[in-house]
C-alpha cells in the first residue's frame, strides 16, 4: 500500500469514527437535556453537526490512543451543551448577528484600547464612568488586563490566575464584570481580556488539592518526585526568565516535589496530556464568554504543549489543542474570537493565524520594526519585512501595536536583517543601547528589561512617548525637539491606523504619558522595569488633552483625528497591502484598495526632509491629482514631493 492509500485509508476510518461516535453522543445528549427548549436544542445541533468533525479530529489526534477516549469525548461534549443552555439570550443573539458578519472586526471602524483596571479607572465601576472617554476617543475594542484573583503578593501583573470565575476583589465582582460587558456592547465596544491557559496560580483550587496529595488533581500539573524527568526536559529547554529564576523546575518542599514552572515558581504549567485539563479549561472560557467576553488574548500559546526531547515551544500539538477550543466556541458561542499573543520567531507567529484557530494576532513584528526604524532613521528592513511578512489568511486580521504592557523584544528575522546586509546580533546591540539610551545622540530614554551581561541580550522597557524622545526634551525645554517626538510618536501610530487590520492603543499613550520611575520604590516591582511603562492613569493631566499649547493636547488631538479619518474610509477596512520601493530608504510606503478605493501611504522615519520621485508616486497612486486625508489639502503632483520631518501622508486620488 502506497503513502497515499494508507493516508486515504486513515481519512475513511476517521470520518467513520467521527459519524459513529456522533450518532452516538448526540441521543444520549438530548436525552440528558431534555428539558432544554426545543429551538436553542436544535441550534446546537446544527453547530455541532457543521463543527463537529474539526473538534472530532482535534481530540482524536491528541488524546485518541487513550482507552477511555470517547468517554472524555461525551463528556466535552457535555459540557459544551451545558455552557451552550446557560449562555444569556442577548449573547445568543449577537451569536447570530455575528454569524451574519463574520469579518466585522475587518472593519475600518473597529479601534482598539488596552488598559489595567486598577491603573486606569481603580475598578470596574470607574471604567464604567470612563465610556464617555472611550466613546470620545473612538474605541470600539477595549482589552482589559488580567483582572481575576490572583496571589497578593507574587502574581506576575495578574497572570498567575487563581480563579478563572472571580475577580479580583479590589476591582469588583464577576457581576460587575458582566454587567459592563453589556454595556459596552450596548455602546458598540467589545470586551476582550485574557485567557491564561497555560498555567495557573499555585494558588488555584486545581493546585491546592495537588499539594493535598489529591491524585486527580495532581495530573493537572507537571509534578515530579525528583530531578531524573526534570533534567531531561531541561537539557532541552531555555530558560525564560534566568536573572530572576533559572530553570523551568520548582522544587516545593512541602511536598517533597519539582513542579514544572516555565514562567515563575508560583505559576504552574497545566497538563494537557490529561483530557480533563482540557475540558476544565474549555468550561473555563466558556463561562467567560458567557459572561459578555467577545474576544480572548490566548496568553502563551507557544508554550502549552510539553514533549519529552523537544524545546516544548510552538509544537505541532499546541495549535491542535487550540483548534480545538476554536471548535467548541464555533458550538456554543460562535461570536467569540481568538487573538494569538506569541512573541516568538516571525515565522511561528505566523502559524497561529487561521480562521479555525486564532482568528486574531498580534503583530510584535510590525511593532519592533517601527521603533527599529526610528533608530535607524532607515525603513529598509521595515520594508523588506512587512513585504514578506505581513500577509495572512483571508479571514484573519492582524492587531497592530505600538507599545503594549509588556517588553519589546527585537524579533525580526536574521536571515531578513542578513539579505540586507545586517548582522541580527550586532543590530539587537545597537538597539538596546539606542533605547536605552546609552547610545551617544539617542533620544530614548527607556531601560532594558532582563539583560544579561554575559551575552549583552535584553529586551526593552518604556512608554511610547519616553523612547519617541519626549521625556528628554521636555527635561532638557527644547521646544524642536518636543515637537520631533511628537512627530514621532504620531508617525508610528499613524501606521498601525493605515497598514490594514486593528490598531491597538495602550492607553496614555494617546497623551504621550512619560515613564514612572516610582515603581523602583516598591519591593514587589523594583526588579521588574516594566513597571516603569505602567503608571496610574493621570486624570488630572487627562484634562489637558483639548489643550493645543500642550504636548498632551497636540498628541490627543492629532490622534483622534487620524482616528477619525480612518474611521470614515472604507479603504482602511479590510483590503489587499503592498509595500512600495519609493528608491529612498527613509520612506516606508504602502498602498492597500478595495471596492471602496486606493490610498498610498508615504512616512519620512528620518528628522530630515525627503524627496520623493514624482513619477513614482504618480505610478503607485495611479493619479497625478492627489488629496492628503491627514492635512486635507489637494497636491497636484508636477514636481517631486518633498516630505517634512516625519511627516506621513495619506494619498487618495482627487477626482475634484
Given at each position: ?6 493516508d486515504?485509508?486513515?481519512k ?5 469514527a ?12 438530548r ?15 446544527r453547530?455541532?453537526?457543521?463543527h ?20 472524555h ?24 448577528e ?10 475600518n ?11 486606569f ?7 464604567r464612568?470612563r465610556?464617555?472617554y472611550f466613546?470620545?476617543?473612538?474605541l470600539?475594542?477595549l482589552?482589559l ?16 490566575v487563581?480563579?478563572?470565575r ?17 454595556i459596552?456592547?450596548e ?13 495557573t496560580?499555585?494558588e ?5 488539592r495537588?499539594?493535598e ?9 507537571f ?7 526534570p533534567?531531561a ?12 529564576r ?6 516545593r518542599?512541602?511536598i517533597?516535589r519539582?513542579?514544572w ?17 482540557f475540558r ?5 472560557m ?6 459578555g ?10 508554550f ?5 526531547g ?5 509544537l505541532?500539538?499546541a ?30 507567529v ?12 498580534y503583530n510584535?513584528l ?15 528592513l ?14 484573519c ?6 507599545r ?5 523584544g527585537?524579533t ?14 550586532g ?5 538596546n543601547?539606542?533605547?536605552?539610551g546609552?547610545?551617544e ?6 531601560l532594558?528589561?532582563?539583560?544579561d551581561p554575559?551575552t549583552?541580550?535584553a529586551?526593552?522597557?518604556?512608554t511610547?512617548?519616553?523612547?519617541a524622545?519626549?521625556?528628554?526634551a ?12 511628537i512627530?514621532?510618536i ?6 498601525i491606523?493605515s497598514?490594514?487590520g ?29 513597571w ?13 488633552r483639548?489643550d ?6 497636540q ?11 480612518r474611521?470614515?474610509?472604507?479603504m482602511?477596512?479590510a ?16 498602498v ?5 478605493g486606493?490610498v ?15 513619477n ?12 492628503d ?28
Amino acid at each position: 500500500m502506497t503513502t497515499r492509500q494508507k493516508d486515504h485509508a486513515t481519512k475513511r476510518l476517521k470520518d467513520h469514527a467521527t459519524k459513529l461516535t456522533y450518532q452516538r453522543i448526540l441521543p444520549r445528549l438530548r436525552q440528558r437535556f431534555s428539558g432544554a427548549p426545543e429551538d436553542d436544542w436544535l441550534l446546537f445541533e446544527r453547530r455541532l453537526q457543521r463543527h463537529f468533525g474539526p473538534l472530532f479530529s482535534a481530540l482524536f489526534h491528541l488524546y485518541g490512543s487513550q482507552y477511555d477516549f470517547f468517554y472524555h469525548v461525551e463528556s466535552i461534549l457535555e459540557t459544551a451543551a451545558r455552557m451552550w443552555l446557560q449562555r444569556p439570550t442577548d449573547l445568543k443573539t449577537l451569536d447570530v448577528e455575528r454569524e451574519s458578519d463574520p469579518l466585522w472586526y475587518q472593519s475600518n471602524e473597529v479601534i482598539g484600547g488596552v488598559c489595567y483596571v486598577d491603573l486606569f479607572a481603580g475598578d470596574l465601576a470607574g471604567v464604567r464612568e470612563r465610556l464617555p472617554y472611550f466613546k470620545e476617543l473612538g474605541l470600539t475594542y477595549l482589552h482589559l488586563m488580567p483582572l481575576f484573583a490572583s496571589p497578593e503578593q507574587e502574581n506576575d501583573g495578574g497572570y498567575a490566575v487563581s480563579s478563572y470565575r472571580e475577580v479580583d476583589p479590589s476591582l469588583g465582582t464577576m457581576a460587575e464584570l458582566a454587567e459592563l460587558a453589556a454595556i459596552l456592547r450596548e455602546h458598540g465596544i467589545s470586551l476582550v481580556l485574557d485567557f491564561v491557559f497555560n498555567h495557573t496560580s499555585d494558588e488555584h483550587i486545581w493546585a491546592r488539592r495537588a499539594l493535598e496529595g489529591d491524585p486527580v488533581y495532581e495530573d493537572f500539573y507537571f509534578i515530579y518526585p525528583d530531578r531524573k524527568i526534570p533534567d531531561a526536559y531541561d537539557a532541552h529547554l531555555r530558560e525564560i526568565f534566568p536573572d530572576v529564576r533559572p530553570g523551568n523546575f520548582t522544587y516545593r518542599p512541602d511536598i517533597e516535589r519539582w513542579v514544572w514552572t516555565t514562567f515563575n515558581s508560583f505559576q504552574w504549567d497545566l497538563n494537557y496530556h490529561n483530557p480533563e485539563v482540557f475540558r476544565h479549561m474549555a468550561e473555563e472560557m466558556l463561562f467567560l464568554t458567557n459572561a459578555g467576553v467577545e474576544i480572548l488574548r490566548l496568553d502563551a500559546v507557544a508554550f502549552i504543549w510539553k514533549q519529552l526531547g523537544t524545546n516544548c515551544e510552538n509544537l505541532p500539538e499546541a495549535h491542535i489543542l487550540i483548534q480545538a477550543y476554536n471548535a467548541l466556541a464555533r458550538i456554543v458561542a460562535p461570536a467569540l474570537l481568538f487573538k494569538s499573543e506569541a512573541i516568538v520567531h516571525p515565522d511561528e507567529v505566523a502559524k497561529y493565524i487561521a480562521t479555525n484557530e486564532c482568528t486574531l494576532s498580534y503583530n510584535p513584528l510590525l511593532m519592533a520594526l517601527l521603533w527599529e526604524s526610528l533608530a535607524t532613521r532607515q525603513t529598509t528592513l521595515l520594508a523588506h519585512s512587512m513585504r514578506e511578512r505581513f500577509g495572512i489568511g483571508g479571514g484573519c486580521a492582524w492587531v497592530n501595536y505600538v507599545r503594549c504592557h509588556d517588553d519589546i523584544g527585537w524579533t525580526f528575522d536574521d536571515g531578513d536583517a542578513s539579505v540586507l546586509g545586517i548582522d541580527g546580533y550586532g543590530h539587537r546591540q545597537f538597539l538596546n543601547a539606542f533605547y536605552s539610551g546609552r547610545f551617544e545622540g539617542s533620544f530614548a530614554r527607556g531601560l532594558p528589561f532582563q539583560e544579561d551581561p554575559k551575552t549583552g541580550d535584553a529586551r526593552i522597557s518604556g512608554t511610547c512617548a519616553s523612547l519617541a524622545g519626549l521625556e528628554k526634551a521636555l527635561r532638557e525645554e527644547t521646544e524642536v525637539e518636543v515637537e520631533l517626538a511628537i512627530r514621532r510618536i504620531l508617525l508610528i501610530h499613524s501606521t498601525i491606523l493605515s497598514i490594514g487590520g486593528i490598531p491597538l492603543l495602550y492607553l496614555g499613550d494617546e497623551i504621550g504619558t512619560l515613564n514612572d520611575y516610582s515603581y523602583r520604590q516598591d519591593p514587589a516591582k523594583m526588579e521588574d522595569s516594566r513597571w516603569v511603562h505602567r503608571p496610574a492613569t493621570d486624570w488630572e493631566k487627562m484634562t489637558f488633552r483639548h489643550d493645543r499649547q500642550r504636548p498632551e493636547g497636540q498628541i490627543y488631538g492629532r490622534l483622534r483625528q487620524l482616528i477619525s479619518i480612518r474611521k470614515r474610509y472604507a479603504m482602511f477596512s479590510a483590503t489587499d497591502m503592498a509595500v512600495v520601493d519609493l528608491e529612498n530608504e527613509h520612506v516606508f510606503g504602502f498602498v492597500r484598495w478595495n471596492e471602496a478605493g486606493r490610498v498610498l501611504v508615504l512616512c519620512n522615519f528620518s528628522e530630515s526632509a525627503q524627496a520623493l520621485s514624482a513619477n513614482l508616486v504618480r505610478s503607485y497612486g495611479l493619479a497625478y491629482d492627489f488629496r492628503d486625508l491627514v492635512a486635507g489639502e489637494d497636491i497636484e503632483l508636477e514636481a517631486d514631493l518633498v516630505l517634512e520631518p516625519y511627516q506621513f501622508l495619506w494619498l487618495v486620488h482627487d477626482e475634484g
